[in-house]
């Protein structure tokens, strides 16, 4: 690494870790004035406290890095550029690809790490985060419990009326399962005080159980008592694939997403709709740090004070634009209203685009960066100079 490429990263580091650190602290300061009231009700330690908002620290390190990127980019640019250090290492022979490339590797660097941290650790904090409020405010400890919930198992046609299913460790309690034949006619139905599922051998082990047996027409063939505990083991249905199909796409971590999606293809579209596109998306947040990078450079190497000014707010505008789309999209992708690869990632190609467009323009010294000129934009009129008379 030259010593211009150390100089470079030095003069982004320190600002974008005091950028990263300042986000972190207001949004600290923020949630916490939210939530005090809860801690307060629920008379919470302060050790609990503090490991509430350690859970928390992955989702919102997500967040605030490319915040963080941005600004410290901005930052150390736009100073570089009033200093004239950009223009003396182009007047040294430093090409704007070159000049730009540590801030290239150290934008991916960040995104490799926000990667790894959206990967499983983020969408955790976010599961989390609801449970322990409300544990705080009732000073108990979450509940892991789900009740009256109805799960339907499209592939073997049968449907599953739950009363309480504590996920923890796999028991429900009062179930009722009714089994379809290819027609949808009903042929049996189970019902079960208790049911638990063993993983080791793969089986459902029913607990005061009665079975009924139905015709095609309707009539009961059969209605007995089954033993103890009467187990099944050629059923394809787990805990997991039972809880997950009512769980929210965006508290899934990938491994949760892809297990999901694997084990529930008998799903309508609609239904599996969300979880292909949060799939796709946690894949393709993290880029966004890079993207920012890319659109912030060339916006912030400017040769004028008006122009830092100017470079500084289209940037900003164009993060909350690249924001609103991404919401955009995803509800679009959520809706089925475009592919689940386009929501997650069609802003990130956009946006890329247009940083690249951008650092072109830089980088060939055009000056479209500024569509309207800063006299027309004041809406003050000029008239052309007029050539002085020559004399004779």
Request: one cysteine or more.
């Amino acid at each position: 690494m030259r010593i211009l490429d150390r100089y470079i990263l030095w003069n982004t580091f320190l600002p974008f870790l005091y950028c990263f650190l300042g986000f972190l602290a207001i949004w600290l300061v923020i949630d916490l004035s939210d939530n005090l009231g809860k801690f307060l009700d629920g008379q919470t330690p302060l050790a609990d406290i503090v490991q509430f908002y350690i859970v928390q620290l992955p989702d919102i390190i997500v967040l605030c890095l490319p915040v963080g990127l941005l600004l410290s980019i901005l930052y150390s640019l736009s100073r570089m550029s009033r200093s004239n250090e950009i223009i003396s290492m182009l007047t040294a022979g430093v090409g704007l690809y070159r000049m730009i490339l540590p801030l290239l590797l150290f934008g991916t660097a960040v995104a490799l790490f926000s990667l790894a941290l959206n990967y499983k650790l983020a969408p955790e904090a976010q599961a989390l985060r609801e449970p322990m409020l409300e544990s705080f405010k009732t000073g108990e400890p979450p509940e892991e419990i789900v009740r009256a919930m109805i799960f339907k198992n499209r592939g073997e046609n049968r449907t599953w009326f739950i009363e309480r299913f504590n996920y923890a460790n796999s028991e429900i309690r009062g179930a009722q399962i009714i089994q379809q034949n290819e027609n949808k006619e009903v042929i049996e139905k189970i019902y079960a005080r208790r049911a638990i599922f063993n993983p080791w051998a793969a089986e459902w082990s029913f607990q005061a159980a009665y079975q009924v047996k139905f015709a095609p027409d309707g009539r009961v063939l059969s209605n007995e008592r089954l033993p103890g505990e009467f187990r099944i083991t050629h059923w394809d249905e787990t805990p997991w694939r039972i809880f997950s199909a009512n769980l929210n796409p965006e508290i899934l971590t990938v491994p949760e997403l892809k297990e999901f999606l694997d084990k529930n293809q008998d799903f309508p579209p609609a239904i599996l709709a969300p979880f292909h596109t949060h799939y796709h998306y946690r894949h393709a947040l993290p880029w966004t740090c890079l993207i920012v990078v890319i659109i912030a450079t060339p916006l912030a190497i400017v040769h004028s004070r008006r122009g830092v000014l100017a470079g500084v707010a289209v940037a900003v505008f164009i993060f909350f634009i690249m924001i609103f789309l991404t919401n955009l999209f995803l509800a679009l992708g959520s809706g089925m209203r475009i592919s689940a690869w386009m929501a997650a990632w069609g802003p990130n190609l956009l946006f890329l685009t247009i940083g690249l467009y951008f650092t072109w323009l830089r980088a060939t010294n055009r000056e479209k960066l500024n569509l309207i000129s800063p006299v027309k934009r004041a809406g003050v009129h000029i008239d052309p100079v007029q050539p002085a008379a020559t004399t004779t």
